[in-house]
Nanobody
Framework: QVQLVESGGGLVQPGGSLRLSCAAS????????MGWYRQAPGKEREFVAL???????NYADSVRGRFTISRDNAENTVYLQMNSLKPEDTAVYYC??????????????WGQGTQVTVSS
């Protein structure tokens, strides 16, 4: 069994900051590419950022320069530092991870989601 547990969401004013965390646990050996997606009400889930095991990153144009993705390989944890938040960043944020399981295979998992609301 593998779980991705997210934390750090909440309510923040425009221009503020939040830091999301997502830890992979369970029957895993290691984590490969990890990332963040988000889904706003009435919209499809969209890509936000990803980071490879070696630290290469990629960002959606809408967040580049404001958000920073990072990871701790020893803890199989990925972070998303969100600065200069805007109301349009309001969404449920989901982490994702490709993990190598103790069974030897690689599988893709989603977290349960954490709400981020940017409002005054």
């Amino acid at each position: 069994q593998v779980q991705l547990v997210e934390s750090g969401g909440g309510l923040v004013q425009p221009g503020g900051s939040l830091r999301l965390s997502c830890a992979a646990s369970g029957r895993i050996i290691s984590s490969n590419t990890m990332g963040w997606y988000r889904q706003a009400p009435g919209k499809e889930r969209e890509f936000v950022a990803l980071i490879t095991r070696t630290g290469s990153t990629n960002y959606a144009d809408s967040v580049r320069g404001r958000f920073t993705i990072s990871r701790d390989n020893a803890e199989n944890t990925v972070y998303l530092q969100m600065n200069s938040l805007k109301p349009e960043d309001t969404a449920v944020y989901y982490c994702s991870a490709r993990v190598v399981r103790t069974s030897g295979d690689e599988r893709f998992y989603w977290g349960q989601g954490t709400q981020v609301t940017v409002s005054s």
